[in-house]
């Protein structure tokens, strides 16, 4: 394998250096969650959805497609979050408002 120039931020390194590393780590976070398991609206099977555009989702295994978030087929409004994804999500949002916060002062 040659030499990696994305090592550090994985999937986000194909914006360079640009946007700054905060953001490209958040990206990065987001897409390994897009290649995971979600649960098909229809058939209710965990599948690969695959994403046909942005936010348009489709199960491979019925073939059903739907509108989603542009990131994760589930937004996090759809509330059908695993409790695990649940309890990230609270985690996440807990870091941003203190972010705020901390800029707004
Ligand atoms: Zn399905």
Not at 21 to 48: D, F, W, Y
Not at 66 to 94: C, D, H, M, S, Y
């Amino acid at each position: 394998m040659p030499y990696s120039h994305t090592k550090v931020v994985g999937p986000a390194g194909r914006y360079g250096a640009r946007y700054g590393m905060g953001i490209r780590r958040k990206i990065t976070a987001i897409e390994v969650k897009q290649r995971g398991l979600h649960r098909c609206p229809n058939c209710r099977s965990l599948v690969r959805l695959r994403r046909l555009a942005f936010g348009i989702w489709q199960c491979p295994k019925c073939g059903f497609t739907f509108a989603g978030g542009a990131w994760i087929p589930q937004t996090i409004l759809g509330r059908t979050l695993t409790p695990e994804e649940l309890k990230q999500v609270e985690i996440q949002k807990a870091r941003w408002r203190g972010a705020s916060q901390e800029s707004g002062s």
